[in-house]
């Protein structure tokens, strides 16, 4: 599961679309339109023309269903999501449907959202924004706080639970449960005091704690404590953390709260961002040339053991002749 590979590798994004999330997306395209055949036929014609007008070799369908490269399946999704948005504002053509004929043609424009929602889950750098598919590295939000506020607890074992309460709280946006996201957020920003060792039974509270232990300077302490303050706020009127009613918390809220509680932690780290994302690139480089160094290494053993192997096995003769 997700939960279980985060805890042990923090989150990791993605630039590609998993075949889980194509086969949900396919599974989901029936249910919210009428003529999800005209999607597919829409979605393969564009692939077509880009593809300098050559048939596509695999179908859109198939292509979100697993056939093809998570890349390849990423590209295929961007067409199926231009061939709905599209089609919802042309298409007029009715359609049989079942006893019925001629029913008009039905767009659920949910569907970009459960889409989108899709996309987060599986930690996809992509989503569907305003008729465009767009990298979420083109937000200055993500790309500045959140992506680098992930990358930083994933990088010090002693944010674990830190990391685990913001990785819930991006999981329950995906999920569609932004008053759980809020609390999950202000739950991250708390563990993340503690494991600078700063005790307190609110942020707020943990911030002058962080003061007096000289963690934070009070000039650190007046810049954060309006962030800290609406974030103890929005937990309280918003978040499952206390009683509220359904639908009280938007999606807007939550990733709100997500970014505030980002910018927090990245504030209190000390780091800027871009050094953040920079340290993660050399630790995977470290380690790739590690592993294929230790690779070359094996080869090496294993050439030279062949070679002592052949050095027994070859027979020897001398000049002299026995008889």
């Given amino acids: 599961m997700l939960a279980e590979a985060e805890a042990l590798t ?22 919210m339109t009428n003529k999800a055949w005209a999607v597919y036929a829409a979605a393969d014609e564009h692939r077509g023309v880009s593809n300098d007008g050559s048939p596509v070799e695999v179908a859109a369908v198939d292509a979100l269903k697993g056939e093809g490269t998570p890349a390849e399946r990423l590209d295929v999704l961007a067409a199926v999501m231009y061939s709905y948005v599209g089609l919802s504002l042309t298409d007029e053509e009715t359609t049989e449907d079942g006893w019925h004929n001629g029913m008009p043609p039905r767009y659920d424009m949910h569907f970009v ?9 599986a930690r996809v750098e992509w989503y569907f924004n305003e008729g465009h598919f767009t990298p979420r590295g083109n937000s200055v939000l993500y790309a500045e706080v959140v992506k680098p506020a992930s990358v930083l607890l994933d990088a010090d074992p002693k944010f674990s639970a830190a990391s685990a309460g913001f990785q819930a709280a991006i999981t329950r946006l995906s999920e569609n449960k932004p008053d759980v996201a809020i609390t999950d957020a202000a739950s991250s920003v708390q563990e993340f005091f503690r494991a600078l060792g700063v005790q307190g039974n609110s942020i707020s509270n943990q911030l002058d704690n962080a003061q007096r232990a000289g963690v934070i300077t009070a000039y650190d302490r007046h810049l954060l404590k309006p962030f800290v303050d609406w974030t103890n706020s929005d937990r309280s009127e918003r978040g499952n953390a206390h009683h509220h009613r359904e639908g009280d918390a938007s999606k807007g809220d939550a990733w709100l709260a997500v970014h505030v509680a980002a910018a927090l932690m990245v504030r209190l780290s000390n780091e800027e961002p871009r050094d953040i994302l920079r340290a993660r690139e050399k630790r995977q480089a470290d380690a790739l040339a590690a592993e294929k160094a230790e690779e070359a290494a094996r080869q090496v053993q294993a050439q030279a053991a062949q070679v002592q192997s052949d050095v027994w096995r070859t027979p020897t003769y001398n000049d002299e002749v026995p008889f």
Wanted: one cysteine or more; proline letters at 6%.
């Fill in 113 to 121: 959202e459960m889409v989108n929602d899709f996309l987060l889950a």
């Fill in 10 to 31: 923090g989150v990791v994004w993605r630039d590609d679309c998993p075949v889980e999330v194509g086969r949900r997306v396919a599974a989901l395209l029936p249910h």
